[in-house]
Nanobody, 119 residues
Framework: VQLQASGGGLVQPGGSLRLSCAASGGTLADFAVAWFRQAPGKRRERIICSGSGDGDSVKGRFTISRDHAKNTVYLGMNILQPEDTAVYFC??????????????????WGQGTLVTVSS
């Protein structure tokens, strides 16, 4: 399964953005899908995850949702702040249908999309 993340860009503080993660070569509904991010000089961290069969999930300012017809997972982000500036990655876990906190538990990664929050 190949993943492609898109939707990043420049956004002002307080703004919103929605990232997309489109899949090819497999069905995302069968897998746990997570969003990670990596800020400059920092380790990659998991933001939110959706297990196979899960509906939309909200964690603070972040929402993960699925569109099965489009084989796409989205990350909605609200009230963005400069500290949210990072490269955002989507990733799928093939070995289990449930989420996991550790990046080494995920099997396919998109190329990342840069989000810059600045005025």
């Amino acid at each position: 399964v190949q993943l492609q993340a898109s939707g990043g860009g420049l956004v002002q503080p307080g703004g919103s953005l929605r990232l997309s993660c489109a899949a090819s070569g497999g069905t995302l509904a069968d897998f746990a899908v997570a969003w990670f991010r990596q800020a400059p000089g920092k380790r990659r961290e998991r933001i939110i995850c959706s297990g196979s069969g899960d509906g939309d999930s909200v964690k603070g300012r972040f929402t993960i949702s699925r569109d099965h017809a489009k084989n796409t997972v989205y990350l909605g982000m609200n009230i963005l702040q400069p500290e949210d500036t990072a490269v955002y990655f989507c990733t799928a876990r093939f070995r289990a249908v449930h989420c996991n906190s550790y990046e080494h538990e995920y099997d396919s990664w998109g190329q990342g999309t840069l989000v810059t929050v600045s005025s």
